[in-house]
């Protein structure tokens, strides 16, 4: 069974610095991974897609890398801004049966 | 560009009634799936169509149930509405579902009273 995990939960940081958030996948036959935002009660915002033979893609600030063999994505975000508050999740397509699987996200507060 | 529209954005219905909730995907994109989206399950995939055709399905009820039209446009129903059913139902489309990543649309907002 396709699990993803994202940890921590919930992160708060002072603005200004650089932040790593994770995501872990127990199935690694996977065809992509990709990093959302969402703001409350809206839709989610792409930020960043992974193909399986990709190791990172990269967009402004923010740099995402896939490690398959050992299961794990981070979501680095440089020099972190208020406006960067909100929940983060990541989602895997699987292989196997084609669907694709959410995390539970991070829900990440950059303090002014 | 327009992005993937979702209507309506809200929706208040009575347990027992049935609802049908449309999503307008991206000019091209010809995949389209839908999530469920509450505080306590997080997004669960509901079903996936490419080409009027239904591809994937998530473990729900047959209660929903969607299509998807030649123009690519799609609906979502729910028959016989519970209160758990209550939650943020989300669309999102895409060029090719593998290669290409998923465009959300803003969501409806179903309360079942």
């Known amino acids: 069974k396709q699990e993803v995990t994202q940890i921590p939960a919930a992160l708060s940081v002072p603005e200004g610095e650089n932040l790593v958030l994770n995501c872990s996948f127990t199935?690694?036959?996977?065809?992509?991974l990709q990093w959302f935002r969402q703001d409350p009660g809206k839709g989610l915002t792409s930020l960043l897609l992974i193909q399986s033979s990709q190791r990172e893609q990269t967009s402004g600030r923010l740099n995402a890398s896939l490690d398959k063999s050992s299961g794990r994505s981070t979501l680095y975000i440089a020099a972190s801004q208020p406006g960067d508050s909100a929940t983060y999740l990541c989602a895997v397509r699987r292989r196997r049966d084609d669907k694709i699987i959410f995390g539970k996200g991070t829900r990440l507060h950059i303090l002014p | 560009k327009a992005g993937v529209t979702q209507t309506p954005r809200y929706l208040i219905k009575t347990r027992g009634q049935q609802v049908t909730l449309s999503c307008s995907p991206i000019s091209g994109h010809r995949s389209v799936s839908w999530y469920q989206q509450t505080p306590g399950q997080g997004l669960q995939f509901l079903f996936e169509y490419f080409s009027e055709t239904q591809r994937n399905k998530g473990n729900f009820p047959g209660r929903f149930s969607g299509r998807q039209f030649s123009n690519s446009r799609s609906e979502m129903n729910v028959s016989t509405l519970e209160l758990g059913d209550s939650a943020l139902y989300l669309c999102?489309?895409?060029?090719?579902?593998?290669?290409?990543?998923?465009?959300f649309g803003s969501g409806t907002r179903l309360t079942v009273v």
């Open positions: 999102a489309s895409s060029f090719d579902r593998i290669n290409y990543g998923y465009t």
């Open positions: 199935d690694s036959a996977i065809y992509n």
